[in-house]
Protein backbone atom coordinates (compact mmCIF):
# COMPACT_ATOMS: atom_id res chain seq x y z
CA UNK A 1 0.00 0.00 0.00
CA UNK A 2 1.47 3.44 -1.10
CA UNK A 3 1.14 6.27 1.51
CA UNK A 4 0.72 9.70 0.53
CA UNK A 5 4.31 10.67 -0.65
CA UNK A 6 4.95 7.25 -2.08
CA UNK A 7 6.29 4.90 0.81
CA UNK A 8 5.44 2.05 0.33
CA UNK A 9 3.56 -0.09 3.48
CA UNK A 10 3.46 -4.21 3.56
CA UNK A 11 2.92 -5.04 6.97
CA UNK A 12 0.70 -2.31 8.54
CA UNK A 13 -2.93 -1.84 7.46
CA UNK A 14 -5.54 0.87 8.48
CA UNK A 15 -5.50 0.26 12.20
CA UNK A 16 -1.74 -1.30 12.84
CA UNK A 17 -0.07 -5.15 11.74
CA UNK A 18 -2.95 -7.85 12.37
CA UNK A 19 -2.58 -11.39 11.67
CA UNK A 20 -3.86 -15.12 13.12
CA UNK A 21 -1.44 -14.57 16.14
CA UNK A 22 1.35 -16.81 16.28
CA UNK A 23 1.57 -16.61 12.29
CA UNK A 24 2.08 -14.45 9.56
CA UNK A 25 2.70 -11.02 10.73
CA UNK A 26 1.94 -11.89 14.14
CA UNK A 27 4.46 -13.93 15.01
CA UNK A 28 6.39 -12.93 18.27
CA UNK A 29 9.40 -12.61 16.30
CA UNK A 30 7.78 -9.96 14.19
CA UNK A 31 6.43 -8.41 17.39
CA UNK A 32 10.02 -8.25 19.02
CA UNK A 33 11.25 -6.83 15.32
CA UNK A 34 8.39 -4.41 15.13
CA UNK A 35 9.47 -3.16 18.32
CA UNK A 36 12.94 -2.53 18.18
CA UNK A 37 11.79 -0.17 14.92
CA UNK A 38 9.86 1.56 16.64
CA UNK A 39 12.40 2.97 18.87
CA UNK A 40 14.29 3.49 16.46
CA UNK A 41 11.97 5.11 15.45
CA UNK A 42 11.44 7.38 18.41
CA UNK A 43 15.10 8.17 18.77
CA UNK A 44 15.35 9.29 15.54
CA UNK A 45 12.42 11.81 16.37
CA UNK A 46 14.80 13.11 19.01
CA UNK A 47 13.81 10.34 21.87
CA UNK A 48 17.27 8.87 23.24
CA UNK A 49 15.66 6.97 25.81
CA UNK A 50 12.05 6.55 25.30
CA UNK A 51 9.17 5.80 27.67
CA UNK A 52 6.54 3.33 26.33
CA UNK A 53 2.96 2.01 27.57
CA UNK A 54 2.16 -0.92 26.64
CA UNK A 55 -1.44 -2.00 26.89
CA UNK A 56 -3.30 -5.09 25.22
CA UNK A 57 -6.73 -6.93 25.49
CA UNK A 58 -7.94 -10.11 27.03
CA UNK A 59 -6.71 -12.45 24.28
CA UNK A 60 -5.32 -15.52 25.04
CA UNK A 61 -2.02 -14.34 22.95
CA UNK A 62 -1.64 -11.15 24.61
CA UNK A 63 0.58 -12.22 27.28
CA UNK A 64 2.76 -14.31 24.88
CA UNK A 65 2.94 -10.97 22.44
CA UNK A 66 3.40 -8.39 25.18
CA UNK A 67 6.49 -10.28 26.32
CA UNK A 68 7.68 -9.99 22.86
CA UNK A 69 6.86 -6.39 22.46
CA UNK A 70 8.59 -5.63 26.14
CA UNK A 71 11.53 -7.47 25.29
CA UNK A 72 11.80 -5.27 21.80
CA UNK A 73 11.14 -2.23 23.25
CA UNK A 74 13.52 -2.57 25.95
CA UNK A 75 16.37 -4.28 23.88
CA UNK A 76 16.39 -1.47 21.95
CA UNK A 77 16.62 0.60 25.20
CA UNK A 78 13.38 2.15 25.96
CA UNK A 79 11.73 2.38 29.28
CA UNK A 80 8.42 -0.06 29.16
CA UNK A 81 5.52 0.01 31.68
CA UNK A 82 2.98 -2.41 31.17
CA UNK A 83 -0.25 -1.12 31.74
CA UNK A 84 -1.69 -4.63 31.09
CA UNK A 85 -5.62 -5.26 29.84
CA UNK A 86 -6.53 -1.77 29.04
CA UNK A 87 -8.90 -0.19 26.33
CA UNK A 88 -7.11 1.36 23.74
CA UNK A 89 -8.26 5.02 24.44
CA UNK A 90 -7.11 4.20 28.31
CA UNK A 91 -3.77 3.70 26.93
CA UNK A 92 -4.01 7.15 24.55
CA UNK A 93 -5.27 8.78 27.78
CA UNK A 94 -2.09 7.33 29.64
CA UNK A 95 0.66 8.72 27.04
CA UNK A 96 -0.83 12.08 27.08
CA UNK A 97 -1.48 11.94 31.07
CA UNK A 98 2.13 10.44 31.61
CA UNK A 99 3.66 12.52 29.22
CA UNK A 100 5.35 9.53 27.58
CA UNK A 101 6.75 9.00 24.14
CA UNK A 102 4.60 6.54 22.85
CA UNK A 103 2.47 3.50 23.37
CA UNK A 104 1.59 0.22 21.93
CA UNK A 105 -1.71 -1.63 22.17
CA UNK A 106 -1.70 -5.39 21.58
CA UNK A 107 -5.21 -6.22 20.22
CA UNK A 108 -7.19 -7.31 16.28
CA UNK A 109 -10.04 -5.08 18.03
CA UNK A 110 -13.08 -6.71 16.51
CA UNK A 111 -11.68 -10.22 15.26
CA UNK A 112 -11.85 -13.41 16.45
CA UNK A 113 -9.31 -14.53 19.31
CA UNK A 114 -7.31 -16.74 17.00
CA UNK A 115 -5.86 -13.47 15.64
CA UNK A 116 -4.35 -10.43 17.49
CA UNK A 117 -2.16 -7.02 16.65
CA UNK A 118 -0.18 -4.29 17.29
CA UNK A 119 -0.71 -0.50 16.55
CA UNK A 120 2.22 2.08 18.06
CA UNK A 121 1.10 5.54 18.99
CA UNK A 122 3.07 9.01 18.86
CA UNK A 123 3.63 10.95 22.37
CA UNK A 124 0.24 12.74 21.99
CA UNK A 125 -1.62 9.46 21.86
CA UNK A 126 -2.20 9.32 18.03
CA UNK A 127 -1.71 6.26 15.97
CA UNK A 128 1.02 6.93 13.79
CA UNK A 129 0.75 7.96 10.52
CA UNK A 130 0.79 6.16 7.71
CA UNK A 131 4.46 7.71 6.73
CA UNK A 132 5.36 6.45 10.05
CA UNK A 133 4.53 3.45 9.89
CA UNK A 134 6.11 3.44 6.45
CA UNK A 135 9.34 4.19 7.86
CA UNK A 136 8.98 1.45 10.69
CA UNK A 137 8.85 -0.98 7.93
CA UNK A 138 11.70 0.52 6.45
CA UNK A 139 13.78 0.64 9.70
CA UNK A 140 12.86 -3.48 9.63
CA UNK A 141 15.66 -3.89 6.80
CA UNK A 142 18.23 -1.55 7.96
CA UNK A 143 21.53 -3.46 9.18
CA UNK A 144 22.07 -0.17 11.31
CA UNK A 145 19.02 -2.09 13.62
CA UNK A 146 20.48 -5.08 13.58
CA UNK A 147 23.70 -3.52 15.10
CA UNK A 148 22.34 -1.54 17.93
CA UNK A 149 22.01 -3.32 20.97
CA UNK A 150 22.57 -1.33 24.03
CA UNK A 151 24.11 -3.10 26.76
CA UNK A 152 24.29 -2.45 30.53
CA UNK A 153 22.76 0.53 32.25
CA UNK A 154 21.35 0.92 28.43
CA UNK A 155 19.09 -1.73 28.27
CA UNK A 156 15.77 -0.60 29.13
CA UNK A 157 13.97 -1.52 32.21
CA UNK A 158 10.14 -2.71 32.69
CA UNK A 159 7.77 -2.10 35.53
CA UNK A 160 4.51 -2.62 36.14
CA UNK A 161 1.52 -0.14 36.22
CA UNK A 162 -1.93 -1.63 35.33
CA UNK A 163 -3.34 -1.33 38.72
CA UNK A 164 -2.01 2.59 38.28
CA UNK A 165 -3.03 2.93 34.60
CA UNK A 166 -6.32 1.29 35.59
CA UNK A 167 -7.31 3.55 38.08
CA UNK A 168 -6.25 6.74 36.37
CA UNK A 169 -8.63 5.76 33.61
CA UNK A 170 -11.67 5.23 36.01
CA UNK A 171 -11.35 8.19 37.43
CA UNK A 172 -10.88 10.34 34.32
CA UNK A 173 -14.17 8.63 33.45
CA UNK A 174 -15.97 9.73 36.80
CA UNK A 175 -14.56 13.22 36.36
CA UNK A 176 -16.49 13.12 33.29
CA UNK A 177 -19.60 12.21 34.22
CA UNK A 178 -19.57 14.27 37.61
CA UNK A 179 -22.29 16.97 38.12
CA UNK A 180 -25.14 13.85 35.92
CA UNK A 181 -27.82 13.24 37.84
CA UNK A 182 -28.40 9.46 37.93
CA UNK A 183 -31.35 9.49 40.45
CA UNK A 184 -34.36 8.08 38.62
CA UNK A 185 -32.12 7.30 35.79
CA UNK A 186 -33.49 4.69 33.13
CA UNK A 187 -31.86 0.91 33.24
CA UNK A 188 -28.93 0.52 30.84
CA UNK A 189 -27.00 -2.79 29.11
CA UNK A 190 -23.51 -2.80 28.43
CA UNK A 191 -21.89 -4.87 26.56
CA UNK A 192 -18.12 -5.01 27.02
CA UNK A 193 -17.18 -8.14 23.96
CA UNK A 194 -15.62 -9.88 26.55
CA UNK A 195 -12.87 -7.72 25.70
CA UNK A 196 -10.44 -5.39 27.23
CA UNK A 197 -12.68 -2.31 29.07
CA UNK A 198 -15.01 -5.42 31.30
CA UNK A 199 -12.62 -3.97 34.11
CA UNK A 200 -12.47 -0.17 33.70
CA UNK A 201 -16.78 -0.71 32.55
CA UNK A 202 -17.39 -2.75 36.10
CA UNK A 203 -15.26 -0.05 38.36
CA UNK A 204 -16.71 3.03 36.14
CA UNK A 205 -20.30 1.87 36.94
CA UNK A 206 -19.77 1.34 40.66
CA UNK A 207 -18.30 4.29 41.62
CA UNK A 208 -21.25 6.40 40.00
CA UNK A 209 -23.75 4.34 41.36
CA UNK A 210 -25.33 3.77 37.66
CA UNK A 211 -28.32 1.29 36.80
CA UNK A 212 -26.28 -0.40 34.13
CA UNK A 213 -26.53 -4.32 33.76
CA UNK A 214 -22.93 -5.60 32.07
CA UNK A 215 -23.17 -8.39 29.77
CA UNK A 216 -20.04 -9.78 27.86
CA UNK A 217 -17.83 -9.56 31.01
CA UNK A 218 -16.42 -12.66 31.83
CA UNK A 219 -13.34 -12.97 29.54
CA UNK A 220 -12.00 -16.23 29.17
CA UNK A 221 -9.16 -15.77 26.92
CA UNK A 222 -10.96 -17.20 24.32
CA UNK A 223 -14.53 -15.79 23.93
CA UNK A 224 -13.63 -11.96 22.89
CA UNK A 225 -16.63 -10.94 20.35
CA UNK A 226 -17.44 -14.44 20.23
CA UNK A 227 -21.66 -13.64 19.76
CA UNK A 228 -21.61 -10.26 21.86
CA UNK A 229 -20.04 -6.80 21.29
CA UNK A 230 -20.43 -4.44 18.23
CA UNK A 231 -20.03 -7.95 15.81
CA UNK A 232 -23.21 -8.83 17.18
CA UNK A 233 -25.58 -6.66 18.24
CA UNK A 234 -28.66 -9.28 18.42
CA UNK A 235 -27.16 -10.65 21.81
CA UNK A 236 -27.27 -7.11 23.29
CA UNK A 237 -31.02 -6.27 21.92
CA UNK A 238 -32.01 -10.03 23.46
CA UNK A 239 -30.34 -8.41 26.94
CA UNK A 240 -31.91 -4.85 26.41
CA UNK A 241 -35.53 -6.33 25.94
CA UNK A 242 -34.76 -8.81 28.87
CA UNK A 243 -33.86 -6.24 31.53
CA UNK A 244 -36.70 -3.47 29.88
CA UNK A 245 -33.42 -1.34 29.44
CA UNK A 246 -33.98 2.03 27.58
CA UNK A 247 -30.96 1.64 26.10
CA UNK A 248 -28.20 -0.93 25.18
CA UNK A 249 -24.03 -0.03 24.68
CA UNK A 250 -21.72 -2.20 23.25
CA UNK A 251 -17.80 -2.08 22.30
CA UNK A 252 -15.85 -4.28 20.66
CA UNK A 253 -12.48 -5.74 22.10
CA UNK A 254 -10.37 -3.53 22.95
CA UNK A 255 -13.05 -0.75 23.40
CA UNK A 256 -12.15 2.13 20.73
CA UNK A 257 -15.78 1.34 19.19
CA UNK A 258 -19.42 1.90 20.46
CA UNK A 259 -22.94 1.11 19.21
CA UNK A 260 -25.86 1.25 20.82
CA UNK A 261 -29.35 -0.30 20.57
CA UNK A 262 -32.54 1.29 21.76
CA UNK A 263 -35.18 -0.66 24.04
CA UNK A 264 -37.02 -2.09 20.87
CA UNK A 265 -33.72 -3.51 20.17
CA UNK A 266 -33.07 -1.60 17.29
CA UNK A 267 -29.12 -0.31 16.10
CA UNK A 268 -28.12 2.96 16.39
CA UNK A 269 -25.01 3.27 14.26
CA UNK A 270 -21.99 5.50 13.76
CA UNK A 271 -23.90 7.84 11.40
CA UNK A 272 -26.73 8.36 13.85
CA UNK A 273 -24.54 8.93 16.33
CA UNK A 274 -22.43 11.75 14.85
CA UNK A 275 -25.68 13.20 14.07
CA UNK A 276 -26.95 13.65 17.82
CA UNK A 277 -23.93 14.40 19.08
CA UNK A 278 -23.16 17.25 16.05
CA UNK A 279 -26.11 18.70 17.26
CA UNK A 280 -25.61 18.88 20.91
CA UNK A 281 -22.10 19.86 20.53
CA UNK A 282 -23.13 22.98 18.03
CA UNK A 283 -25.82 24.27 20.32
CA UNK A 284 -23.22 24.52 23.13
CA UNK A 285 -20.85 25.94 20.89
CA UNK A 286 -18.55 23.38 20.84
CA UNK A 287 -18.48 21.76 17.62
CA UNK A 288 -15.59 23.63 15.63
CA UNK A 289 -15.50 23.74 12.11
CA UNK A 290 -18.34 20.35 11.36
CA UNK A 291 -18.36 16.87 11.48
CA UNK A 292 -15.98 14.59 9.68
CA UNK A 293 -16.95 10.68 8.24
CA UNK A 294 -15.68 9.09 6.32
CA UNK A 295 -16.73 8.30 2.54
CA UNK A 296 -18.77 5.22 3.31
CA UNK A 297 -21.13 7.03 5.74
CA UNK A 298 -24.61 7.43 4.91
CA UNK A 299 -25.58 10.43 2.53
CA UNK A 300 -28.28 11.03 4.46
CA UNK A 301 -25.99 12.15 7.39
CA UNK A 302 -24.63 15.24 5.28
CA UNK A 303 -27.91 15.89 3.66
CA UNK A 304 -29.96 15.82 7.78
CA UNK A 305 -26.56 18.15 9.32
CA UNK A 306 -26.72 20.60 6.25
CA UNK A 307 -30.36 21.28 7.56
CA UNK A 308 -28.87 22.41 10.84
CA UNK A 309 -26.14 24.80 9.16
CA UNK A 310 -23.18 21.97 9.91
CA UNK A 311 -20.82 21.10 7.13
CA UNK A 312 -18.81 17.57 6.78
CA UNK A 313 -15.85 17.18 5.85
CA UNK A 314 -15.01 13.29 4.66
CA UNK A 315 -11.85 11.23 4.72
CA UNK A 316 -11.21 7.56 3.68
CA UNK A 317 -12.13 4.88 6.46
CA UNK A 318 -10.14 4.39 9.00
CA UNK A 319 -10.16 6.06 12.62
CA UNK A 320 -6.71 7.94 12.82
CA UNK A 321 -7.65 9.09 9.18
CA UNK A 322 -10.82 10.71 10.85
CA UNK A 323 -8.55 11.91 13.54
CA UNK A 324 -6.23 13.86 11.16
CA UNK A 325 -8.91 15.10 9.39
CA UNK A 326 -10.41 16.81 12.59
CA UNK A 327 -7.09 18.31 13.52
CA UNK A 328 -6.66 19.76 9.67
CA UNK A 329 -10.10 21.12 9.95
CA UNK A 330 -10.14 22.03 13.09
CA UNK A 331 -12.97 19.60 14.18
CA UNK A 332 -14.27 18.56 17.65
CA UNK A 333 -16.32 15.46 16.33
CA UNK A 334 -15.73 12.59 13.49
CA UNK A 335 -16.62 9.20 13.40
CA UNK A 336 -17.29 6.26 11.38
CA UNK A 337 -20.39 4.48 10.66
CA UNK A 338 -19.09 1.55 12.59
CA UNK A 339 -18.55 2.87 15.66
CA UNK A 340 -15.19 4.70 15.96
CA UNK A 341 -16.25 8.19 17.55
CA UNK A 342 -13.89 10.66 18.40
CA UNK A 343 -14.41 14.05 20.10
CA UNK A 344 -12.09 16.60 21.74
Known amino acids: MLTASGKVRCLFGTDGVRD ?70 GVSFAIRSQRVQGGAVISASHNPAEYNGLKFFDKNGFKLSDDDEATIEEFLEDHLLDQWRP ?87 ESVKEKGAALGIALDGDADRVLLVDKFGRTIDGDILLWVLARWLKARNSLGAGVVATVISNMALEEHLALEGIPVFRCPVGDKYVVETMRYQRSALGGEQSGHIISG
Not at 66 to 83: D, I, R, Y
Open 151 to 237: TGASVGEITHESERYGDAYVEWLVSLANGINVSGASPLVLDCAHGAAFAVAEEFVRRCRLPVTLVGAKPDGLNINDGVGVMYLPHLA
Open 20 to 89: VANRGAMTPEMAMSLSRAYVWWLTQNGFARPHVIVGRDTRRSGSMLEAAVLAGLTSAGAEASVAGILPTP
